[in-house]
């Protein structure tokens, strides 16, 4: 093979691991809740259209990242689009240049109330399951799980 051709063929295979598969829509909005700003990322599916309820998967990104790492880290997005729900990437508060979830460890902020109101707030512009509100999350945000689950 020509190396131009093999260059070529490399990148072909090289980036066909990266496509992005997911069809629905990726939306990124803010809410308050305790007395400041709180921003989420939220994934709809296609199949979408508001006509039936929805389950809601919250991801929780880990101590230091981010809403947008966790959506890649932990990407739901291929098996919300078959599975359909919607699945949202809340962002923790930075602490100087550290983001984080407070698990109960500090009085403010109060992360289990941005929860609640982060989900009161996407019912009230989307369909959403009440009884199938699931909450998951990678190290700091498994715990903030963790910790909601026992409040």
């Keep these: 093979m020509r ?3 093999m260059f070529y063929w490399s990148l072909f295979l090289i980036t066909g691991f990266f496509t992005d598969a997911q069809t629905g829509t990726t939306l990124t909005d803010s809410i308050p809740s305790g007395g400041q700003w709180r921003k989420y990322n939220l994934y709809i599916p296609t199949s979408y259209n508001g006509s039936k309820a929805y389950p809601l998967v919250l991801n929780l990104h880990g101590l230091t990242s981010s809403g947008i790492q966790q959506l890649i880290y932990g990407d739901f997005r291929p098996i919300a689009d078959t599975a359909n729900f919607l699945v949202v990437h809340p962002e923790g508060t930075r602490n100087g240049t550290t983001q984080f979830w407070n698990v109960g460890l500090f009085s403010t902020p109060n992360d289990v109330l ?3 109101d982060l989900i ?3 019912s009230l512009l989307y369909k959403i399951d009440a009884d199938r509100v699931y909450s998951c999350g990678l ?3 498994g715990l903030l799980s963790y910790y909601m689950a026992c409040t």
Excluded: H, T, Y
């Design 3 to 5: 190396p131009g051709k």
């Design 139 to 141: 190290s700091n945000g």
């Design 114 to 116: 941005f929860m609640r």
């Design 120 to 122: 009161d707030s996407l």
